[in-house]
């Protein structure tokens, strides 16, 4: 989507740097993950979305930069003018098949993209850990008709508290609490979503790369055995709930909405919605068959 | 729409949403856009979380209110009073924009003269808002880089709604907050095209495009591209259509997606009025109660996932609704049936498809002639005014107005004086709480969309009222009371909301089928725009068991 | 923001709590609110309002939680978050008076309880800094004029008395941990012993407010051209060029800067900085005064570990005192707060340490934006160790290399505490210095820099114990402990301790330390249950994970010991 006239920046300085060899020349404040070519590019990628600034928690994207004494997060870590970058090395391979053998090993990644091929790409082999490694497992939470939470299968990103928080929805419904292995998202003392601040926005199910947060429908299905991922379609249209306009992608199962989404790269919404538009689908499909 | 075509010529917001991130002052003036426009109120907070300064001026301490570094909480229907109390203050401060006043507006003495008796003091009287707020609301939003000032229904939903828009209109041209980026006047439409309604000429008074009916020329226009006459007179909006058919002048009806029978100010009336009509056919995805009444229903489509077409937002952006859905059973298609209806009528409305009616559309109307689909595809959506097929007009409107040059700069905005003018009915011994309505975050308007979900924050209706008149009126939170008013009365719960003053009571209409709002609300209605005073009327508040007498 | 709390008002106690912090509420207005920004940005009281909370109460309930919620305009899940961070704060409900026992490394090589020796009703303790009386313990006991003690020599009969509610006598003197009081050769310990720690005219006669003096006449570019000069770094752990850092902040455009002075000394075996402030708070003050000189700064916070009751005391007494005497605040134009940590050791890593002070979750920051472009509320920020201050004022005024160090000397030496020597002494001289082994011991390790430092041996007694000298050794001074162990010590033990440690410290934001820590943990516990010897590798997997791909020190140094353990000592085989 573009903008169309925006106030005059001034004009942009490059940075040329090195990566695995070859001289790349970026525009200056540009992380090393889009220098690379940006998510989808090889480098493995699990806490970076779309429209949260990255948490650089997984840290699955390192990359070796030369004099660093440390690997960098190639997600966060800006450009700049002569750095000397490889994407791959052993340092690299290991730290990257250790973060996806940590999280393989204590959260269930079963809904998370990419993980058998990095698996396979880097050795990670998650059951190395034997069958006592402590693990995150834990009952679904349902407390609600709209989405459930499932924090067996969270990798601790972040991005639905910063959604959730200042960069988008400013509820601050959830945040992390404890500490450690024991750090986990929470609303106040873990009370049920009703009888916290949610809003039912959905922008945590938005942003959440795992399936950790789910539509309620999305979950039943799943329960039920009636997802088909391969039987649905997108089509993007606009909300009706009210002035703003906001972009609605709506995955369709047999003439059935069973999920909304909203673009990432969309001006209005950013990938975001309100309950209305996120869950008030249901008007549309819940006519009598005739009239 | 008519407040800021009046001023500057164009029916729509001067500013787009990104904007707001650019703005270090933001003024949300009878909105309540965290429940009502939330997806808005994200470029708001962006704003505010980089610093901007956030006012909220509404009679409530509303979920957007909660958010604000300065709530100023008037009275209700003391819009005018506080605009021009603003307005003389920032002129009494030296703060006035004169190198703009002088280039771009007209009638600034006339103006400055009508506001010249309301000092601080008597604003404070008169909206019971302390001095100092409103010194520092004043202050704040003259010195501002670039303020936006965003409206909703507080402002509208007024028998004078309109002169409450020309007074913050007045606002923006005293201080130059306007035509420039992030400085403008954006008031947020209540449904996902209200603005693309207007744009495609349903008003009573436009063709497609904002032309005006009256206008020969542009009527001619029509008339070759459609080969019939276009009627020369201004038709009737909304409540002059109920004047109408009160006096037997209107006898058939044709409803398309509107539920007046639950919708309308004072609706006991308009329900016998839709009753008495000769013939009423409505075109809607629900037997809503307005179709219960007709004649002929016409089971319709939803028009954004089961259709294609565009709809209009309040930036201004035309943006491409998509059809996802087949309609169920025999509904079908809104075009299919107006094509058919066309032929039944004896017209051939031929059309291949919804891009054909489209290209019709830029044909005639030149602030819509470079949104091919194609464009609005690859854009994913495009503000007006867009005549150029290859360009895109800045995001903001009126830039003209800080030209050098006269002709670039064109009509001048005017002031307009306006009158403090308190609700129409008065609070009395018999009605004494002011009741004022609103909406929440997980409904909309009267239900009929958002029932189809469970959302875990429903209320349903509610009686919202201040602790002290709860404790006054012995009244415990949830508890069924009866609110009346001159026209009728309902029953509903309760609820204890310190967000309230003594004296002012909130409801939403969002469940008419459990309790009909509307049959309280008052349909004083402003002149020049048709909108009812859905925001101010007089009501009593009673305990079911006991009755207690007003104090 | 939409806060939506339960409506139950806080208790009386917790009212007076907050308030006492936050002021009273102001009355509901009903036509004029101020809000947003103006509460938003008293977000750094949070972590005083829940120490408040917690003192008062004892621990803190989610009435609690609800009105400071409504005060700062920050969440209950925020602040719930930011409680729950903290292991001194409970959200459940507990009696006033809690013990808290050591259970780390110089405790329980001293014979000290392990966590699963503690009798009902006490609380394990990571390092207390106490070290130089271990074992030790802290009690305290919650209510309107709240009472902490830390107790050292600590007996299991003691322990047992405390948990069912008697509390330990007072400690002894300040400079009863430094061996060496009194010593005129000594120079950042000098005054410890020579007067009343709280006597600013003791202070100020003895030469006190000299060395600002002396700044003031030098100007900031003189100051950090002495401090460079002297060659001092920092001496919490990382050894950067101290007038480097201090030339960074200066130079930056954007104001105001901050000066954080680092007291959240939490690395188990360290205790120089509880002993500085105790016995010398006047000259942290003055050191302060002169680093806000030459960086710039308006505003100085001192970070303390919330175990530290005595210096926490002794720390207000020295800047009330100060500010009467119109040495601080006022015209002065630089002024201090103390802000005391709620136990949680990455609150010394010197990002954490803002977002705590800030009123977030302790977590780390990611670098690059340093500190001094970016750092406490998004400023230029210069943050220093206690000890590296404490070098400043007789650099500033006599203009003195800064050859000198202090260790933490604790575990198996005739005597414990706080030295300060000149650099270059071998391991084994400073041994001596501390009255050599006990009797009857026999040197089996020496813990050099903490739990994320590593071990030396019986034969590294002739490394010298300076920067160059113990990296190229493999080892590290970091913050100069040196924990002596003889053959008493279980060091299977100790290597589980520091698994369990980092384990429970990790803050939980990144994956390599939030699941490398656990990952260790278990695999040095199947090593010493005597299990598989593939755990070995697996131990070199996750270290070098750690080292290379966490977010802070602390993960990248969490493998530290444990490998020096494995590799220079052949513990595990």
Known sequence: MSRSTTPSHDAESTVTLSIDGTDVSVPEGTTLLDACGGKGCGIPTLCYGDTITPKNACRVCMVEVEGSRVLVPSCSRQAEQGMVVRTRSQRVDHARKMVLEFLGSSVDLSLTDHITEWNAEYGADPGRYGADAQTVAQPVKIDNDLYVRDYAKCILCYQCVDACGEQWQNSFVIDIAGRGFAAHVSTENDVPLPDSACVYCGNCIQVCPTGALMFKTEHDMREAGSWQPDHQTTTDTICAFCGVGCNLTLHVQDNTIVKVSSPPDSPITHGNLCIKGRFGFQHAQNRPDET | ?551 | MDLKTRGEPPSADELAAVDAVLGAAPDRDLHDVTGGHSLRNRRHLLLPALHAVNDRVGWISQRAIDYIAERLDASPAEIYGVASFYALFSLTERPAHQVHVCVDLACRANGGPAEGDLPAGAHASPCLGACERAPAAFVIDAGATPSQAVAGHVTAVQVRQWSDGDGPDPEAAPAAAVPQAGDRSLVLLARVGRGDPLDLDGYIADGGFRALAKARELGPVGVIAAVDASGLTGRGGAAFPTGRKWEAVRSQPATPHYLVCNADESEPGTFKDRVLIENDPYALIEAMTIAALATDCAYGYIYLRGEYPRAFATLLHALTTSRDRGLLGGETGFDIAVVKGAGAYICGEETAIFNSIEGYRGEPRNKPPFPFEVGLFGQPTVVNNVETLINIPSIVLDGRPANRRLFCLSGAVKVPGVYETELGLTLGELIELAGGLRDGSELQAVLLGGAAGGFAGPADLDLVLDQDSTRAAGLTLGSGVVMVHDQSVDLIDQLTRIAAFFRDESCGQCVPCRVGTVRQEEAIERLAAGASTGDLDLLRDIGQAMKDASICGLGQTAHNAIETAIVRLGVFS
Not at chain 2, 34 to 42: D, G, Q, T, V
Not at chain 2, 149 to 166: A, Q
Not at chain 2, 168 to 195: D, E, K, S, W
Not at chain 2, 387 to 395: F, G, V
């Open chain 2, 1 to 551: 729409m008519v407040g800021l075509a009046t001023v500057f010529g164009a029916g729509g917001g001067t500013s787009s949403y990104q904007e707001a991130e650019a703005a270090d002052v933001i003024v949300m003036w009878g909105s309540n856009a965290r429940n009502a426009h939330p997806i808005f109120f994200h470029h708001v907070l962006t704003a505010v979380n980089q610093g901007a300064k956030l006012y909220v001026v509404d009679p409530r301490r509303s979920e957007t209110a909660q958010f604000a570094d300065r709530w100023l909480g008037l009275h209700v229907g003391t819009d005018i009073a506080l605009s021009n109390t603003i307005a003389r203050e920032i002129i009494h401060a030296g703060l006035t924009n004169m190198s703009f006043v002088e280039r771009a507006t007209t009638g600034y003495d006339e103006y400055a003269a009508s506001v010249e008796p309301w000092t601080l003091e008597r604003g404070e009287q008169v909206t019971g808002v302390p001095a100092d707020a409103i010194r520092e609301l004043a202050h704040a939003y003259a010195r501002a880089e670039a303020a936006q000032l965003c409206w909703t229904l507080g402002i509208t939903e007024h028998h004078n709604g309109v002169d409450n828009v020309l007074s913050l209109c007045n606002l923006a041209i005293l201080t130059g907050q306007v035509g420039r980026y992030g400085a403008g006047l954006t008031p947020l439409r209540g449904q996902n095209n209200v603005q693309g309604g207007g744009d495609m000429g349903a008003l009573p008074n436009k063709l497609p495009g904002f032309q005006d009916i009256v206008d020969d020329q542009a009527r001619a226009k029509f008339d070759a591209e459609w080969g019939v006459t276009v009627p020369s007179e201004d038709g009737w909006h909304l409540t002059q259509m109920f004047e109408a058919m009160e006096r037997g002048d209107l006898r058939s009806v044709f409803v398309i997606g509107e539920n007046p029978a639950q919708s309308e100010a004072d609706v006991h009336r308009a329900v016998e009025l839709l009753r008495d009509l000769d013939h009423l056919v409505v075109l809607d995805i629900y037997l809503t109660k307005t179709a219960e009444l007709a004649d002929v229903v016409l089971p319709g489509s939803a028009s954004w996932c089961e259709s294609d077409g565009t709809v209009t937002n309040s930036e201004r952006r035309v943006q491409r609704v998509r059809k996802a859905l087949d309609p169920p059973g025999d509904a079908r298609d809104d075009i299919d049936i107006l094509l058919d209806l066309a032929r039944h009528l004896g017209h051939d409305w031929h059309y291949d498809d919804h891009e054909e009616i489209w290209d019709e559309l830029r044909r005639l109307s030149p602030m819509h002639a470079g949104m091919s689909w194609a464009r609005l595809e690859t854009l994913g959506g495009i503000q007006w005014p867009c005549p150029s097929d290859d360009q895109l007009e800045p995001p903001y409107l009126h830039g003209r107005l800080w030209a050098d040059d006269p002709d670039q700069l064109g009509r001048r905005a005017p002031f307009t004086v306006v009158v403090d003018d308190p609700p129409v009915e008065a609070l009395s011994d018999h009605y004494p709480l002011r009741l004022t309505t609103g909406r929440r975050l997980d409904s909309y308007n009267t239900g009929v969309q958002s029932g189809g979900y469970r959302s875990p924050n429903r209320l349903g209706e509610t009686l919202d009222l201040s602790p002290e008149d709860a404790h006054r009126l012995g009244v415990a939170d949830g508890e069924q009371v009866r609110i009346s008013s001159a026209r009728g009365q309902v029953v509903a719960p309760a609820r204890i909301d310190p967000g309230l003053r003594p004296g002012l009571v909130f409801m939403t209409f969002h469940f008419p089928d459990e309790v009909d709002v509307n049959q309280l609300t008052i349909d004083a209605t402003d002149p020049k725009a048709g909108t009812a005073e859905f925001k101010a009327a007089a009501v009593r508040v009673e305990r079911l068991t006991h009755v207690s007498t007003p104090t």
